[in-house]
C-alpha cells in the first residue's frame, strides 16, 4: 500500500510543500520564493522572511495538495524541516504543520534539513554504494557527512566560518552583481581565465576535512581596492534585472578571470577534502547536494574527476524544496519515528 507524505520546508527564504509517495515518487512539489523580497538588501532579512512565509503557507501547501490530487485525510504522515535555519522562519512550517497533524490525527515527522538535502540525490539515484560521502553544500552549509547506510550519519568536516554558497553571495554583492551570487558568478566565471589570480586559502590546523571561505572573500575585497574598481561596481549596481549579455557589456576582462578564479578556488577546495574524506572512509560514491550543487562549473569538475562516482541533484530538488523533505521522512515513517505535538524550531539543529 502505497505512503503518502506531504512535506513542509520553510527554514530560510522559500516556502514549500510537496506530496512525495513512498519516498520515491514526487506527485507534487511547490516552492513559493522570496527573492524579489530579499534581492534588494543584497541577502535574506529574517524578520521579512517570516512574514513571506506566514502570508505563503496556507495557499502553498493547498497547491501542493491539490496539484497531487489527495486530500489531508490520505496522507499517512506530514514532514517538517524543524531545523536548522532562521528560527522565525522555522516557526512557520512548524507550527502550521503541528495544528494540521492536531487537527486531522496526522502522524508528524521532523525532518533535519540538511538530512533532506541528501535526500534530494537519493530520491532520484537508486544505485548509490554506501558507505557514500555527502558534500552538503549551499548558502547556510558545508558539510562533510559520511553515510553508512540512509539514516545513519557521521561529521566529518564542516565549515568554520562561511558557507561556500555564502562566499558567492557575499563576493557578488561586493563587485556589484546583486543577490543571489551563486547562479550570476557561475555564469560569468566561464568568460574569464581560472587561473589569472593565485588565491592562498589559509591553512586548516586541527581538522583538515574543515573549509574555510572568509579568507578568500577578504582576498577579493583586497583585490577590488588594488584595482580601483569602484566606478565599475557602481554602474553594475545601476542595472536592473539585466541580461548576461549587459552583465558582460559591464564586467571588463579582469574583473572576469577574478570571477573565475574565485570559482576555481572554491571548487577545488571542495573536491580536494571531498576526495581526501571518500578515502578516508573506504567512499566510491559521493553525493553533492544543497544549492551550489547546481552551479555548472563544480558539476563538470566532478565529471572529469577519476576515482570517485558522483551523484548530484536534479537543478529544480538542488535548491531549498519539499520533496526532499517527505523523501527523507519515508524512513523515519518506517521505522514509526513521530514527533510530539512538543516539537520545537531549532535554527542550530546538528544531523548525526
Not at 514526487?26 to 543584497?42: C, E, F, K, P, W
Not at 517538517?80 to 497533524?101: D, I, Q
Not at 577519476?306 to 527523507?328: C, E, K, Q, V, W
Request: proline fraction near 3%.
Amino acid at each position: 500500500m502505497q505512503t503518502l507524505i506531504l512535506g513542509i520546508e520553510s527554514s530560510c527564504d522559500e516556502t514549500a510543500a510537496a506530496v512525495v509517495e513512498d519516498g520515491r515518487h514526487i506527485r507534487s512539489s511547490i516552492v513559493a520564493s522570496q527573492l524579489d523580497t530579499h534581492a534588494q538588501y543584497g541577502g535574506v532579512v529574517p524578520e521579512l522572511a517570516s512574514r513571506e512565509h506566514l502570508r505563503a503557507i496556507v495557499p502553498v501547501v493547498r497547491q501542493a495538495l491539490e496539484q497531487a490530487g489527495v486530500s489531508l485525510a490520505e496522507l499517512g504522515a506530514i514532514a517538517v524541516t524543524s531545523g536548522p535555519g532562521l528560527v522565525g522562519s522555522l516557526l512557520v512550517g512548524v507550527t502550521y504543520a503541528k495544528a494540521l497533524c492536531f487537527a486531522r490525527q496526522i502522524p508528524l515527522i521532523a525532518v533535519n534539513h540538511v538530512e533532506g538535502h541528501i535526500h534530494s540525490v537519493l530520491l532520484e539515484q537508486h544505485a548509490i554504494r554506501f558507505p557514500a560521502l555527502a558534500l552538503v553544500v549551499s548558502g547556510g552549509h558545508t558539510h562533510l557527512f559520511e553515510v553508512r547506510e540512509i539514516g545513519e550519519y557521521r561529521l566529518l568536516g564542516k565549515t568554520r566560518d562561511d558557507a561556500a554558497g555564502e562566499a558567492y553571495d557575499k563576493v557578488s554583492k561586493l563587485l556589484g552583481f546583486g543577490y543571489p551570487g551563486g547562479p550570476v558568478i557561475d555564469k560569468l566565471a566561464s568568460f574569464g581565465n581560472p587561473r589569472a589570480v593565485k588565491f592562498t586559502l589559509a591553512k586548516m590546523k586541527g581538522n583538515t576535512l574543515d573549509f574555510s571561505f572568509s579568507g578568500l572573500k577578504t582576498a577579493v575585497l583586497r583585490w577590488t581596492e588594488q584595482h580601483d574598481i569602484k566606478a565599475e561596481i557602481e554602474a553594475r549596481r545601476k542595472l536592473r534585472n539585466p541580461s548576461l549579455e549587459e552583465l558582460l557589456a559591464a564586467t571588463p576582462q579582469t574583473t572576469l578571470d577574478l570571477l573565475a578564479s574565485f570559482q576555481y578556488t572554491v571548487i577545488e577546495e571542495l573536491m580536494k577534502r571531498a576526495h581526501l574524506s571518500a578515502d578516508q572512509i573506504g567512499a566510491e560514491s559521493v553525493i553533492i547536494a544543497g544549492g551550489v550543487a547546481g552551479n555548472e562549473g563544480l558539476r563538470k569538475q566532478a565529471l572529469q574527476s577519476g576515482g570517485l562516482h558522483f551523484y548530484f541533484p536534479t537543478r529544480g530538488l538542488s535548491t531549498d524544496n519539499a520533496a526532499m523533505i517527505g523523501a527523507a521522512a519515508f524512513p523515519k515513517f518506517q521505522k514509526r519515528d513521530f514527533a510530539g505535538f512538543d516539537l520545537k524550531a531549532q535554527a542550530s539543529l546538528v544531523l548525526a
